[in-house]
């Protein structure tokens, strides 16, 4: 009976210090999840009353339906809240209390932008490109072990982007080179011209033809570096970074081995730009008459901006084609008795928007005659998938020397994603629509522009394992290991 007491306790000893190091062990893991939500998260003003009755009022005017009780924080103290604004999709607030005054502000939370350690390696770099004032600066990644590895250059789409192509908050190139990096491949992202210590001249003052030479300098930066399979070496960009390396595949076939279009152009800029802009306003929920008017009178604008006018006679043009509107347009679209003044044609006339509303992407890419991926969303609406993505199809298809030259593109849905391929089971272009896919490549309602920034994802997983798993069967490369 003794013996078995003492057992009995000794097992009861065992329990509770199991207990205590389990408990301590989802303390810790409790803790490390509430780190890694602070080190992702953005806390963002946005207004600050006196009382709970404001509060309720400020949610009120802003179409906020808290999704439980408000209560708020004592001194010092911090309170978080749940709620739903006019977007339907749901948002985290934080209301703090200081000197009698309730500050609120929205939490932006990006589960998906790395947190330090991370399980490969970051170089700062600079390297040179055709124009010596240039020198773009990035940060170049590769896996911790092994090596050389295949590498990739990522190329942001329009605008003065930093390395972590930062939209609305979402820092997607950095999350596409972590993805890439850990999957094996060795990744250069850089700022873009005029952005950081980057020289150059920013957005709009460079072309899309600068920005392609910058991204064959990176190309070429990494065929010198000794952790790079220097016959493996592709682009990948976002929106016109598609176009980029687009153009950098076909201007040096030698050195682009491999090409990834996400969310690209197909259209000619003109149409591109004419499209993407109603697309936005109907997602906005504006009135169709209204719509085409805006069309049909930008469609006028953007042609003599398209034209070898000099910057003087295309403001004369763009004045004397909306001085003749008829006044039934002008009064539908606000335009004021006086007319518009010079300066609000200026947007129209910078280098880069010109030379885009001149670019055709099917010229490049029918001289595109490496393996390609082109992954489209189909609620983008800025680069609309169906009209988009059938040019670059018929574009691919023309490729001289490509393996699609002469293939007619099959669709079929697997898994529910549409895909088109080269009727012969051609493996050099993959072309995949995915569903419910905004233009940032995020799960989206309607694909409006103004849901990137309440979207939680940065790109959706989905996206990320069609292009890792594309780019490792194109060059056997294997997920990095610790």
């Given amino acids: 009976m003794k013996i078995r007491n003492t057992i009995m306790w000794m097992l009861l000893v065992v329990f509770w210090a199991d207990a205590a190091v389990a408990a301590k062990s989802n303390d810790k893991t409790a803790a490390t999840v509430a780190a890694r939500l602070q080190d992702t998260t953005i806390k963002r003003y946005w207004f600050s009353v006196g009382s709970a009755a404001e509060l309720k009022s400020a949610f009120a005017r802003r179409q906020v339906q808290l999704t439980g009780p408000l209560t708020l924080p004592a001194e010092g103290q911090t309170m978080q809240l749940d709620g739903v604004g006019p977007s339907g999709i749901g948002s985290h607030f934080v209301i703090e209390q200081k000197a009698g005054q309730f500050h609120l502000y929205a939490e932006r939370r990006r589960p998906q932008h790395p947190v330090a350690p991370l399980p490969y390696l970051t170089q700062d770099v600079v390297f040179d490109t055709a124009n010596p004032e240039v020198s773009p600066v990035g940060t170049f990644s590769y896996p911790s072990q092994g090596g050389p590895f295949p590498a990739v250059v990522l190329v942001a789409g329009t605008g003065a982007h930093n390395r972590d192509g930062n939209v609305s908050l979402h820092k997607t190139l950095l999350v596409l080179a972590d993805h890439l990096t850990r999957q094996g491949f060795a990744v250069l992202r850089y700022d873009k011209r005029g952005v950081g210590l980057t020289g150059g001249a920013a957005h709009p003052a460079s072309t899309t033809e600068d920005y392609a030479a910058d991204a064959l300098g990176a ?18 960009g976002h929106s016109e970074g598609g176009l980029i390396a687009a153009m950098a595949a076909a201007q040096a076939p030698a050195e682009v081995n491999f090409i990834v279009l996400l969310a690209a152009p197909g259209l000619k800029g003109l149409e591109l730009k004419t499209g993407q802009d109603a697309a936005a306003r109907r997602a906005d929920g504006m009135p169709e008459h209204l719509v085409l008017a805006n069309q049909q009178q930008e469609r006028q604008l953007y042609e003599i901006a398209a034209s070898s006018l000099s910057h003087q006679e295309a403001i004369t043009a763009m004045q004397a084609a909306t001085a003749a509107l008829p006044q039934a347009t002008k009064t539908l679209l606000d335009i004021p008795p006086e007319g518009i003044p010079d300066w609000a044609y200026e947007s129209l006339l910078t280098p880069w928007f010109r030379r885009f509303l001149q670019l055709d992407p099917a010229h490049y890419l029918s001289q595109v005659q490496c393996p ?32 699609t030259a002469g293939a007619k593109a099959v669709d079929a849905t697997v898994a529910g994603e549409k895909t088109a391929i080269a009727q012969g089971g051609n493996p050099q272009v993959k072309v995949l629509l995915l569903p419910e896919l905004n233009h940032l490549l995020q799960q989206a309602r309607t694909g409006a ?26 060059t056997k490369a294997r997920p990095a290991t610790n």
């Fill in 449 to 474: 522009v103004h849901e990137y920034l309440l979207i939680e994802q940065t790109i959706a997983p989905v996206a990320l394992g069609h292009i890792s798993s594309w780019m490792q069967q194109l």
């Fill in 372 to 403: 390609v991926l082109v992954l489209q969303g189909a609620k983008d609406v800025q680069v609309p998938a169906t009209e988009n993505l059938q040019r670059i199809r018929e574009a691919l298809g023309k490729a001289a020397g490509s393996k």
């Fill in 219 to 236: 190309v070429r930066f990494l065929k010198m570096q000794p952790q790079v399979k220097s016959d493996q070496i592709g682009v990948l």
